[in-house]
Structure formats: structure tokens, C-alpha cells
């Protein structure tokens, strides 16, 4: 990996520091260099990325309505994979009798399904705050939500080979996933604050308020992370 890669992944594990555990043998590693988030975290923000990918190619950007009734409960169905096999981790870790064996790939698998529902989620919101038209429109349908769990199979088959290509470009995404969720929460809450809601007009206007957000998001994760190693030393 290049120096430049080592760089960015230390900061990305700095940031990272306050909101994930970021135990070695729980993340997907790099010539047993572990990747900046666990991999239970890594798959949750690189759903992030994939959902909102998928939002834009499929120009949803403005979609304000959620998925369907039975969408939704495929999406509550990721989560509940998600919080079982975490779970289940949690118990193996503690030496308690647990249901299998818990493996990075299903932590990736379940990390990444849960990241596209949360996503799915939180967009419907973003877009009825931040546009001055949003659309009514679902912001997912059936076979784009198979589309992207098929996606979250891929990744997950490609992440548990041993190349390192794919696990660097995971690592640098689910960071810039972690620095994005953060930087959308708080545009949300800045948009509330100015008085900014429905506002938006273009894209330069919604993404004039992300760049806005994107100081303190990062501040955030930085005193989040300081925070923990104050406390843990």
C-alpha cells in the first residue's frame, strides 16, 4: 500500500476512533493491517454509499416518499440480520454459548444490507427537507432493492477474497461513508436551524449546505474519537 493509502487510513482510523470498536480480529485487514472501521462498520457505510449511488443513477435525488409497506419490511428485515448476528458476535466474544460461529463476512454481508436500509430510510427526510420541490416519489422499488442486495453479495464475495485492491477502496469508502453520514445529519439539523428547509431549488443548493455541514461533522468525529481515548486510554 502507498504511503499516501497509510496516511488517509490513519486519519480515516482516527475519525472512526469514536464510534467504532475497531477490534483486529473483527475487521477485514491488509497485510494484517486492519481496515480503519470494524467490519461490521465498514459494510454499514459502504451501504451508505451504495444506496445513495443508487439514488442518484436512478435520479431519485428528490424522492420524499418511503418504500412500500412490504419494502419496509425487507428493510426492518436487514436490521434484524444486522442486530441478530451482532448479537451473536457479542456473546462469542464473551465466551458465551452463542447460535454459530461469527465470521467478518457475515458481519460485512449483514453490516452492508444494514447500511442501504438505514439510507433508504433517512433520504425520504433529507429530500422533504432540503428541496423546495421534492417529488412524490418512492425513493426505492422492488427489483432496484433486489439490484442493491445482490450488489451487498457481491461486494461481500469480492471483500472475503485475499486481494488487496478491493479492501482498500472499501476501507477509503466506508470512511468517506462515515464523514458523509455525519455531514448529512448535520445538514439537516443546520437546514432546521437557519430556517433553510425547502429551500433548495438546485443541486448547488443542497450541496452548498453538505459542504457546510462537512466542518462540524468532522469535528464531531474528531472529539468523539479524542473522547474515547481520554476515557480508555
Known sequence: MPVSTWSVFAWLRFLAGGVCHQIPSHSLQVGGVPLPLCARDTGTYLGLIMAMAAILALRRSRASLLPSRPLLAILAGFF???????????????GLAHAYEPSNILRLLTGTLEGIALLLLIWPVAAFTFWRQPDQRRVIRGRELAGLAAAAVLVTAVASQPWPLPRYVAGL??????????????????????HREGSGEKPADVLRLLALALGPAIAELVLLSLLRHWLLG
Do not use: E, Q, R, T
Open 80 to 94: 434484524l440480520a444486522w442486530a441478530a448476528d451482532g448479537a451473536n458476535s457479542y456473546l462469542a466474544l464473551l
Open 173 to 194: 469508502l466506508s470512511g468517506l461513508g462515515l464523514v458523509g453520514m455525519f455531514a448529512l445529519l448535520n445538514a439537516l439539523l443546520l437546514a432546521i436551524a437557519l
